[in-house]
């Protein structure tokens, strides 16, 4: 069964149960901190965004601003990379090298979707 839920779709793919609790207030933070990188970049809403529990859903950070689905896989990179690190330097450099990406896409996405034309145009 699919879930909206922000902190069982990240424990999902931590490899978690969402029915398993014990790490909550770790994913929790780290979850939060990406947040907070995102809102540094433009992405999201203009309030800074968190959660604190399993109610908040992804359509609460995306709103109506579809165009930015990578920041799914951008909120597992960082926190997979804070809460459980892969175990070679390879891997790890793979996981940064995806994020540099995602940050740079999203960053791309967010200027053009904030872009306000400057062309003055004469009478």
Do not use: C
């Not at 907070?36 to 968190?50: A, C, I, K, M, Y």
Request: proline letters at 4%; glycine letters at 4%.
């Amino acid at each position: 069964m699919a879930t909206d839920s922000i902190l069982d779709s990240i424990k999902k793919v931590l490899g978690l149960d969402p029915e398993y609790t014990e790490f909550d207030i770790d994913i929790i933070m780290h979850i939060n901190s990406v947040f907070s990188t995102l809102h540094q970049l433009g992405v999201g809403p203009t309030e800074e965004f968190s959660i604190s529990d399993s109610t908040s859903i992804w359509d609460d950070f995306v709103g109506t601003t579809k165009n930015i689905s990578s920041v799914k896989s951008y909120v597992y990179l960082k926190t997979r990379l804070t809460f459980d690190p892969p175990a070679t330097s390879f891997a790890i450099a793979a996981f940064e090298k995806q994020i540099t990406e995602l940050e740079w896409r999203l960053n791309v996405v967010t200027e053009g979707a904030n872009y306000v034309s400057e062309v003055v145009v004469d009478p």
